[in-house]
C-alpha cells in the first residue's frame, strides 16, 4: 500500500509552486489526511499531534510521538523525523517543531484552516517570529486527483463492490437454505470483515488513517433514515434494504452503495427504485468537466422533483472523496467549484419514504476529460438487485 | 442506551454555574462528544456541522443538518431543533444558528479551544454582535464523571472484557484442535466482532459517537510497535500477543488491554510481564485523589527504569476516558492535574523490547473517595495468561 516515490516528488513540485503564488515560505501540515498526502506517513489521528513542515525550499521535517518512530520506519518514510515523548509533554509538540525550525526561520507558515484555535496559539507561540496564515494550498491540491492515485481508488473499488456482493449473498444463501435471514447488524458485520479479510490478502503492510472498510446497513422502515446506524431488525420478505459501503487502499476511498428488494418488488418499490435510478444516472452522466458542483446537484435533484419525489429528498447528489471519505468539492447547491479533470465525486441522490423505506445507489465518480467514469461498478438495475425469495 | 433525565437536567445545572463564573451568556458545543453529552444526540462527526447553543439561561437548541431530524427524534431528543439542509449549503449551518438566536441576542459565547479556526470565522460573520470566547467550561464538567455515567462505562466494561476472553478462547480452540492458530487480523475481527454482537444483544437502540468496540491485535515482534496495525501474520508457539480492546456504551468508554504468551513463558518473557504487571500494579494504586498526574505517572513508570527497562518505555502510563476514548486528563509528566473523585482514567504502562515484543497492561480504573477502583477486571498475573499448547 504504497504510492511510488515519483508521486511525492510530483506533488512537492506542485505545493511548492502554490507556496510561490501565495508568499509562503512553507506549509504546516497538521491533518492525518494531509500528512499522508505530502510524506506518506498514515497514522491514526489521537491527541499526540504530528506535524509535516513542508518548506518552499529545502527539505521537508516530520515531527511524531516517539511511539510512533517505528511505525514510521515500518511504512518506509524517509523524510527526516525528530520525536516529542508524549502529549501534553514536559516538551510540547509545538516546542519540538519550534527548536527544529529555529535555524531556519520562515516568516510566513500556511496552514489549514481545519487547524483548531488552541493548536494555531500552541503553534504561535512555540514558533515566534513566523506568522501562521490559513491557506487553502494543500486543500487545491488534493480537488484533483493525481494519476498515481487512481490505481489505488481502483483497487478499493474492486474491494468495495466485492463487499456488497458478500452481503447479498449472505441474505441469498439464508433464502436458499430456508434459515432465518440475518439481522441488519449481522450482514453489516459480514459485509466489513469481508472486506477488511481482501485488503489483508491482497497487501503486505496494510496503512489507513481512518479506516479499511466500513458500512450501514438498513432495510423496511429503517432504512429512511439515512443516518441511522444498523439494527438487530432481521431482514424480512419484501423489505427494501440499503447497503451503504465504503473502502480505502492507502486511504484512497471510495463508496459503492446499493438498495436490494427481497422478493418481488411492489409497484410503490419499482416506483421509488426506478425514480432513484435515473436520478442517479442522470447525475453521474452529468459530472462532466466545465459544469459546476451546484449545476450538476441540481441536475441529479431535479429528477426525484420530476417524479413527485421532492419531499422525500433528504441529501445533496454527493461528495468529493479522496484520502477522506467526505471532503471538497461538495455536489450541492451551495458549492459554486467548476468540475475538472481528476476530480473524484460520490454520486449518490436518496429517496427517503417515512414509514415504508429508503433508496439510494451510490458510485464513486471520476471526471476525466472525455466524461465520467464509474470506477465502483455493481449492476444498477432492479432486475439485478432482486434477492429472489426460493418457492 | 440512554442516560437518564436527571442526569441531564443535573449537567446543565453545573454548566449554568460554570457560565455564570465565568461571565459568559452561554456555551455553543461543537463536537460531537459535547453534544452528546449535553444533550443526549449521538452522532457521527463528519463534515455537517450540528451546534448545541446552551444558554446560561433560557431553553437550549440544536441545529442539526435535515438528514439528521428523523434520527435526532428517534433518539428521544427533545431540545427544540432547528435544522439547515445541506453542506455547505445555500443557506449554511452557522446562518440558520445565527437566525435561530437572532432574537435572543447572546453576547459572550463560549466554545472548546478545539474549535476550528474556518468554524469559528463562519460563526463569528452569522453571529454579528455576538463575541466568541474559548472556554473549557464544558471540558472541566467532563473531567469528573457524574453517578449516572458510571454504570454506563461499567457495562462497556463487562464487555471489553469478554472480549478479551474471546480472543483467547480463540487462540486456545485451535490449539486444541491441533488447527493452524488465527492471524493477528482474523483475531481483531473476532474481538470486534464479538464486542458489536453483546451490545446489539444487550440493548434496543444502539447509538455512539466514533465506534461500539475497536482494538488491536499484534504479536510476536509487530507487539514491540505500540501503535502499529494488526497484520496477516499468524499466531506461534512461543508468541507474546497484546489484546488491545475498548468498548463503549451511549459513548462511554472503556479500555481492557492484556499481555497473553503462547505457551510456557521464557525466562525474558517472564521478567518483562512481570515488570509491566507490578508496574500497572503500583501505577494503579497510586490514582488517589489529591496527587497529581505527573506524580502518579512518575510513580507508575519509575518501577519499569528500577527494572532497567527505561528504554523500552515509548508513552505515558495514562490518560482520562469518557464520551472519547482519550480525554483529559493525561496521566503524563506534562499535566499537573490534581486527581478528584470521579475521574476515570486508564493505566496502561507499557514495555516495547525492538525485535523481541511489546507488554502492555491496561485497566480502565475510577477515582474514588476511598481510593482507586478498577472497573475492568480481566486477570493480570501471568499464569492465567498463558495460553497452554497441547501436548
Known sequence: MRLPDSFYSTVRARLGDALDVRGLDGFLATTSADVAFLSGFFYIATERPVYLWMPREGDPLLVIPRLDEEYAAQQGVTIETVSYFEFPGVVTAEQTLGAALASRRPKQIGVSAGLSIGAYRALSRALGGSTLVTTDAVARLRLRKFPEEIPFHEAAARICDEMLGAGRELIADALRRGTALPREDEIARHVIGYGTDRMYADYDLVVYTTKLAGGLVYAGPNSALPHGLPTRRRIRPGDTLILSLGA????????????????????????????????????????????????????????????????????????????????????????????????????????????????????????????????????????????????
Open 248 to 391: 480505502a487502499v492507502a486511504s484512497r476511498f471510495v463508496e459503492s452503495e446499493r438498495t436490494f428488494v427481497v422478493g418481488e418488488p411492489t409497484a410503490e418499490q419499482q416506483r421509488y427504485y426506478e425514480a432513484d435510478r435515473e436520478a442517479q444516472e442522470v447525475g453521474t452522466q452529468a459530472m462532466r468537466a466545465g459544469r459546476t458542483c451546484a449545476e450538476v446537484n441540481k441536475t441529479c435533484l431535479d429528477v426525484l422533483r420530476g417524479h413527485g419525489l421532492g419531499d422525500f429528498i433528504r441529501h445533496r447528489q454527493g461528495h468529493g472523496i479522496g484520502l477522506q471519505n467526505h471532503e471538497a468539492p461538495w455536489v450541492e447547491d451551495g458549492d459554486d467549484t467548476v468540475l475538472e479533470p481528476g476530480m473524484l465525486l460520490s454520486s449518490e441522490p436518496g429517496v427517503y419514504v417515512p414509514g415504508h423505506a429508503g433508496y439510494r445507489i451510490s458510485d464513486t465518480v471520476l471526471v476525466e476529460e472525455n466524461g465520467p467514469r464509474r470506477l465502483t461498478g455493481y449492476p444498477r438495475d432492479l432486475a439485478s438487485n432482486i434477492i429472489e425469495e426460493v418457492r
